[in-house]
């Protein structure tokens, strides 16, 4: 959580710079960035297995429904998908990450793990 608020408190109103900065000067601190690799892992590692084996897309139509602020619509037609399919996706996602995309502190953390770029 603090973290969120870091970044948050970096955000673009702070010279300009947005989140994406804010975390690469994060990950500038070698400490650190083996410890958000290692959120990131616990986070998104079994989506990223489920990706690579099964030759999926899952993480990538989390974060596009993530940056669409959980609008399964929007994000349905951002992939080109049905709206149906895109449900089923975010079934799947939740089945294999244990998750609630319906809880805010569920999608801030899933989120939050999608900006750290291994």
């Known amino acids: 959580m603090l ?3 870091t970044l948050k408190g970096m955000s673009e ?6 989140a994406m900065d804010a975390l690469r ?3 500038d601190d070698p400490q650190l960035a083996v410890r958000l690799l290692a959120y990131r892992q616990r986070a998104l590692g079994a989506l990223e297995a489920h990706d690579r084996t099964r030759g999926a897309d899952l993480t990538n139509t989390l974060r596009v429904y993530l940056e669409c602020h959980g609008n399964a619509s929007r994000a349905a037609t951002l992939l080109f998908l ?8 975010l079934a799947r996602i939740q089945q294999v990450l244990g998750c609630d ?3 805010a502190q569920e ?3 899933l989120g939050l793990a999608l ?4």
């Open 3 to 5: 973290a969120a608020r």
């Open 13 to 18: 109103t702070q010279n300009g710079r947005g």
């Open 25 to 27: 000067d994060l990950l």
């Open 82 to 89: 049905h709206r149906n399919s895109l449900l089923y996706r």
């Open 101 to 103: 995309l319906e809880d």
């Open 107 to 109: 999608r801030l953390a």
């Open 115 to 118: 900006l750290i770029r291994p």
